[in-house]
């Protein structure tokens, strides 16, 4: 190191000089190298393992090599680590650097260099930037086989001079073994098996399925649809093939009733990042306002995915992961060619069940729900040793820094409960309803924007619109007009108050419903009566929706039995008391 030390470059906890500032410096320094935010997720998962021990210094820099750079300082501030800019973590001796991908000049870095895969294992086909190839040869095999799997091949493992990259390659099955023997016999021994911490947090976290549930407001007889895409043209949520996504998103919600099924979206990092997360919510504007919730790309999508009843995915991780879980997947986009061929992901994309993008959609779920058997297999090729990849990944870790492994067991940190976000339609409502007996009202509720399927004789149909929707030209029409609110919102108003005011604003308006909590709402109808509604599990929106069919079909509040309704939604039958 010059004595001309850049500006940019940190002064402490390391440094020319760092010995003069920093509090504790007889510590081993821990490097943890972040190619972009899809593979500082794996890191992430590892870095409690360093908890507690004040022989370590965690230090953290960024390759700055990849295409999807955005997001990666944002998440290095909230980890808090102090962050070497490249140039110094390449000038800078370090006992031991963690990466999670082979991009940047992972060579060149100065101390012992462990990799670990950041997906399920290492199955994606990608080319090696610039001239393709890093070790003398390599370019033929690539030109002669497609391009080389990443993290798996000699063009990754191996440096300019032919020696292997890692000094620790960290695998999660013995059958990555047996392909790093067949195609790279020069970085064999080091092949490392330590499981997968990622899936380690997603088996540990499988009692809180309901938890999570809760929290994207999954109500008792509704089905989670969970959309999963991985980045590129060939992805559900690329153009580079069929593009079946923009025909995708309406149907769904046109086709699936929004009370028994409830839709969100898990998108690859470089997606989110590389096109803007702005971007992307104005992309699915009207799906995210007929219900679609979007899943942190970092933090919440293993939660999702334990809560989803069926995956509607492609070859990305996510997508397998469910499949490891037993959850039901469809394929809406399966290109083998970006997998490797002896890896158990290209099997699996091969055989799992496909997505008929012009078929009915309700249909092809409810098959798939009724003809699916887990596949124990994929479990199996996640991680042979699950539930071991925390002491396995110290184990390994500590021996490369040459200090004896801290007394206290070894733990991954536990997935974190995501906020609550529940369904909330903001689009027009088209709501079929039918009396199915003396005080039995079936209600089904579509988000559009296409006509609801005749699935089941309907009596009536009326429009139901939030009073905060973006189609407010629209509000005129709207037989129910709803929204939600604290009780006593000053804003608004008592909710009697506000009911009246929107019934005298829209005459067209038979009834208007104020929620005031997760199973409660105060109605007003035209007649001026005001009504309380309750019922536990359902969208109080939706009882609104009930009690108009009932008054719209002729009948009179005095005639329902006992104070209440049953309401059926056709995957839950609930009873509505009025009060």
């Known amino acids: 190191m010059t004595d001309a030390v850049p500006d940019h470059w940190i002064r402490v906890p390391v440094g020319a000089d760092a010995a003069r500032w920093a509090t504790r410096s007889r510590t081993r320094t821990v490097l943890f190298v972040l190619h972009n935010v899809t593979s500082a997720t794996r890191l992430l998962d590892v870095l409690p393992l360093f908890d507690d021990d004040l022989r370590v210094q965690l230090l953290a820099t960024c390759t700055e090599s990849s295409a999807f750079g955005a997001g990666v300082r944002e998440l290095l501030a909230e980890t808090g680590v102090p962050v070497l800019p490249w140039d110094q973590a390449l000038a800078t001796p370090v006992d031991l650097a963690v990466s999670a991908s082979f991009g940047g000049q992972l060579p060149a870095i100065k101390g012992q260099l462990a990799v670990l895969s950041h997906g399920v294992g290492y ?316 005080g039995e009202v079936r209600v089904e509720r579509y988000a559009g924007p296409h006509p609801a399927p005749y699935d089941h004789a309907a009596d009536a149909t009326h429009l139901a619109l939030h009073e905060d929707t973006r189609e407010q030209d629209l509000l005129g029409l709207a037989d129910v007009v709803f929204r939600d609110g604290a009780t006593e919102d000053p804003r608004l108003g008592p909710p009697a108050q506000w009911c009246a005011e929107v019934l005298d604003r829209y005459p067209q308006c038979a009834l208007a419903a104020y929620v005031t909590g997760p199973g409660e709402c105060v109605v007003r109808v035209r007649s001026g009566q005001v009504v309380t509604l309750r019922a536990e599990g359902l969208d109080p929106a939706v009882c609104a929706s009930a009690l108009h069919a009932w008054l719209a079909a002729g009948k009179t509040l005095g005639e329902i039995k006992d104070s209440a309704l049953l309401l059926d939604t056709g995957g839950h039958r609930v009873r509505v008391t009025l009060r």
């Open 123 to 438: 199955t994606k086909r990608l080319g090696v930037p610039g001239a393709g190839c890093r070790v003398p040869g390599a370019g033929s095999r690539e030109r002669r086989g497609g391009a080389p799997v990443f993290g798996l091949s000699p063009q990754w493992l191996l440096g300019p001079d032919g020696t292997p990259v890692a000094d620790a390659l960290v695998l999660s099955h013995p059958e990555q073994e047996e392909r790093l023997r067949a195609v790279c016999p020069e970085a064999a021994h080091t092949g490392v098996l330590a499981g997968d911490p990622c899936w380690d947090r997603i088996l540990a976290a499988r009692a809180h399925r309901d938890r999570y549930r809760r929290a994207l407001g999954v109500r008792t007889g509704q089905r989670l649809v969970l959309l999963s895409s991985t980045w590129g043209p060939d992805a559900l949520f690329g153009d580079g093939g069929d593009d079946t996504l923009p025909a995708l998103l309406p149907r769904l919600t046109s086709e699936l009733p929004a009370d028994t099924h409830r839709l969100a979206a898990v998108l690859h990092p470089n997606l989110w990042h590389g096109h803007g997360p702005g971007q992307i919510r104005s992309w699915l504007d009207r799906a995210r306002r007929a219900g679609l919730t979007l899943i942190d790309p970092l933090h919440g999508w293993r939660q999702a995915l334990l809560a989803a009843d069926a995956v509607i995915g492609d070859h990305g991780a996510v997508t397998y992961y469910g499949a490891a879980l037993g959850t039901p997947v469809l394929l809406g986009a399966a290109p083998l060619s970006a997998l490797a061929p002896d890896a158990p992901v290209h099997a699996f994309v091969r055989s799992a069940p496909r997505l008929d993008p012009g078929a009915p959609l309700r249909p092809q779920l409810d098959a798939l729900l009724a003809r699916h058997r887990p596949l124990p297999e994929a479990a199996e090729f996640v991680s042979a040793v699950p539930h071991e990849a925390a002491p396995r990944l110290r184990r390994l870790f500590y021996r490369l820094l040459g200090l004896p492994e801290p007394s206290w067991p070894a733990r991954l940190a536990p997935l974190p409960l995501p906020p609550y976000e529940p369904a909330a339609p903001s689009v027009p409502l088209q709501v079929r309803t039918r009396i199915t007996g003396p």
